[in-house]
């Protein structure tokens, strides 16, 4: 009786997170928006090696604390409009270098979605002020569609380098915001080396408290 009833409990429908992804564009046709985007960037792609696969855009501490608070599918729908849940993600390197460019492209409009561009700590570069760093982090993300007016500065760190300053800088969402789910706030951070803008990140800041508790090693865990 209970394999018949187990049985049949298998065919209840039920909500998977990111059942519906899709990949409409292939590895080939990823590499090719990349190209295109770095060269138009004045990137000298031909000199660069190059390697792509897809890669998942979840972290599963922040999926664990939104489902201790919403259902699968509210937590699916809110993981889709901060970022996205699968991108095709093309290395451009040369072997021995430090230097290289990662670019991430969605798979389902072959759009590029981020850039990382990763440089030699010791390569050469601007020294901008706080206030000219923070400016330059504001167009950009104003460039990229977003409202500022709906975020606050969090934190403004610089790094000196041995030939330039490096600057991370973070904006988190008002309380108010519908990204935000419990004590978990979206943020996003926009890493600045020299005078060029070389990547952003997009995450949830979880809270501490319950980071720890749930990375604790105890036997409830």
């Known amino acids: 009786v209970l394999v018949v009833i187990l049985a049949g409990a298998a065919f209840i429908p039920a909500y998977r997170f990111g059942h519906d992804i899709k990949i409409y564009f292939s590895r080939s046709e990823a590499t090719g928006s990349a190209v295109a985007y770095l060269e138009g960037q004045g990137v000298k792609v031909q000199e660069y090696h190059h390697a792509a696969w897809l890669t998942e855009n979840v972290d599963p501490m922040t999926l664990r604390y939104m489902l201790e608070r919403l259902t699968i599918r509210e937590s699916e729908q809110l993981y889709r409009q901060s970022t996205r849940l699968e991108l095709w993600q093309v290395r451009f390197f040369k072997p021995m270098q430090k230097e290289e460019y990662l670019v991430f492209v969605d798979p389902t409009d072959n759009q590029v979605f981020a850039e990382r561009h990763i440089l030699d700590e010791n390569a050469p570069g601007a020294t901008l002020s706080a206030d000219a760093a923070r400016s330059l982090a504001e167009d950009f993300l104003q460039k990229k569609g977003y ?13 000196k380098r041995k030939a330039r300053e490096d600057y991370t800088l973070t904006w988190q969402v008002k309380p108010d915001n519908p990204l935000n789910v419990g004590d978990a706030h979206y943020r996003i951070a926009v890493d600045i080396a020299g005078d060029q803008v070389v990547g952003t990140s997009r995450y949830f800041k979880l809270p501490e408290t319950w980071t720890r508790q749930r990375q604790a090693s105890h036997l409830a865990n």
């Open 147 to 159: 409202r500022l007016s709906d975020f606050e500065l969090q934190n403004s760190e610089s790094k």
